[in-house]
């Protein structure tokens, strides 16, 4: 299965979808993944998922990274909460991992504001879909390294659903996929 990730911005209003683009694997045909989703229908909710994830920015645009929030904290406007994390209202923490070389790469972990608990069946007609207004951004979860405006921000919860909604896909499949593929058709037995 192929999802696409649709990325808008309209009138300050950043918008990402994610669909399914096409079925099929290198084990199983287009037809033989659409049946195994009608076969076993499965559903992606939003309460089973974080939507938090560590970002750093390269250049001028926000991604998403493997790489840790060290001890090395750096104040992000607000009060300490604990030494090792500092974090403001919506759930960004910004913190300095300062590498063997002269530069610093910062990076921050940013979470989702609550989203409401939907649930979309994984077929034909799947589209996962969020949106943000800059303008409703809380100018708190600015900080002075990475998310340094709102639409930054929006652009950073954009890449964050969209890589969550991605990886549940992903895994939801490969469970679904263990499933008695090869059960269905006739075979003909001599006697």
Do not use: W
């Amino acid at each position: 299965m192929d999802l696409k990730v649709t990325n808008n911005i309209d009138n300050n209003i950043f918008s990402t979808h994610v669909t399914v683009d096409a079925f099929g694997t290198e084990q199983l045909s287009e037809d033989e993944e659409k049946e195994l989703v009608s076969n076993f229908p499965v559903k992606l909710a939003y309460r089973n998922l974080k939507f938090t994830k560590n970002i750093k920015i390269n250049g001028t645009v926000p991604e998403i990274t493997d790489e840790h929030v060290s001890d090395n904290t750096v104040n992000s406007g607000s009060e300490e909460k604990d030494p090792g994390n500092t974090e403001n209202e919506i759930g960004v923490s910004a913190t300095s991992i300062e590498p063997d070389t002269s530069t610093t790469a910062h990076i921050v972990t940013v979470s989702l504001p609550p989203l409401s608990n939907k649930e979309f069946l994984i077929n034909e007609g799947f589209d996962a879909y969020y949106k943000i207004d800059c303008a409703k951004i809380s100018p708190s979860v600015l900080d002075e390294n990475v998310i340094t405006t709102k639409e930054i921000a929006a652009q950073t919860y954009c890449l964050i659903f969209a890589q969550v909604v991605c990886d549940a896909v992903r895994e939801i499949m490969s469970e679904l996929r263990k499933k008695a593929p090869a059960f269905e058709g006739e075979v003909i037995v001599s006697v």
